[in-house]
């Protein structure tokens, strides 16, 4: 949040104990590469971290960042 502005989610998708599913990350374009997302991500992985399977599908623009978060 920016004041009273949202600028970035992100959700998953779990079964609560194997499996999560990444769907979303939404950062606005003018507050895209000042870490939101990066934080957002962080926050996300680190509530699943002992899950056996984290997914998520990117193209080719967020190929780079996910790779950055530690996903092949």
Known sequence: WDKNKLVGLGNAISD???VVYYPHLLV???YQKRGIG???MTILMSRYQDFHQQILVADKQA???YQKC???
Request: charged share 25%; aromatic share 20%; no cysteine.
């Open 63 to 65: 190929i780079d960042f």
């Open 28 to 30: 606005l374009p003018e």
């Open 38 to 40: 990066r934080q957002i």
């Open 70 to 72: 530690g996903f092949e």
């Open 16 to 18: 609560g104990f194997l």
